[in-house]
């Protein structure tokens, strides 16, 4: 029992080592690139929604990954630099708030910021790393189920705020560190959705057939703070109209690939 103390000290030391050297100043001020390195890890799954089929191993590609949600902040200083159109909810008392996730933009408005900063949106590969990690969590966090201190979420019923996890709508961006992903990613589920770089269309090996929306529309991952636990999944497709941008609950964060 004497040296138990000694041994939790240098377990939290290493793992801060750990997590500063695999963070990036990257490109964005405030929002750090997290490396994800390169292995096998499991896309998809079987036993949920049918355009989520089928369940495979990909070998992936290290990749680096915004350690949040771009904020309003953020995205300020992309508009401010290049005259690019704000953020549809950029003076909305809550939504619009520097340190909360910007949302109101466009799959083309998200693709332009991270192409100022030479980054790209993720695709639905790399988010799916990020978010379930090499062991095919069900969550960032592990197998537990989503609850108010590692998810800004909705009400359990579809489609309506809650505050009981403290945010009615939009949280943070850098928030909820108990909900991080292994490498250290926050909000991959809830909060807001996220745009990935993906049109959609049914995997590869997908029996299901036509699905509405391939082929034109762009995918969304996440879920966010009005969404319900059917939602907040990392493997969750949320197929969209690109050009729409009038949505408060819609954001995104970049990525970095090897080239
Ligand atoms: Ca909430
Ligand atoms: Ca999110």
């Known amino acids: 029992m004497g040296d138990r103390p000694k041994t939790v000290t240098a377990a939290i030391a290493l793992f801060m080592t750990a997590g500063a050297l695999a963070a990036d100043a990257g490109p964005i001020p405030g929002n750090p690139l997290i490396e994800i390195p390169a292995g096998p890890f499991v896309f998809g799954r079987d036993d949920g929604p049918e355009n989520e089929r089928p369940r495979r191993v990909v070998e992936g590609q290290s990749f680096q990954i915004n350690r949040t949600e771009i904020t309003n902040r953020q995205y300020a200083r992309f508009v401010e630099a290049t005259g690019h159109r704000p953020a549809f909810y950029a003076g909305h008392p809550v939504l619009g708030l520097d340190d909360r996730p910007v949302v109101g933009v466009s799959w083309a408005d998200a693709d332009a910021f991270c192409r100022h900063h030479r980054l790209t949106l993720p695709s639905e590969r790399q988010y799916e790393r990020a978010a379930r990690g090499a062991a095919a969590l069900a969550f960032p966090w592990g197998a537990a189920p989503p609850d108010d201190m590692r998810v800004n979420a909705g009400a359990e019923d579809c489609c309506a705020a809650d505050a009981r996890d403290g945010y009615p709508m939009t949280a943070p961006a850098d928030s909820f560190e108990s909900g991080a992903s292994a490498e250290g990613v926050l909000h991959l589920v809830g909060n807001v959705w996220e745009w990935t770089s993906d049109v959609y269309a049914p995997y590869e090996g997908n029996r299901g057939g036509t699905q509405p929306g391939a082929g034109t529309f762009r995918v969304l991952r996440g879920g966010s703070w009005n969404?319900?636990?059917?939602?907040?999944?990392?493997?969750?497709?949320?197929?969209?109209?690109?050009?729409?941008?009038?949505?408060a609950n819609g954001g995104f964060r970049c990525v970095r690939s090897e080239p």
Not at 227 to 247: E, G, I, N, V
């Open 227 to 247: 969404s319900d636990p059917s939602h907040l999944a990392t493997t969750y497709r949320l197929a969209y109209d690109p050009d729409f941008r009038f949505s």
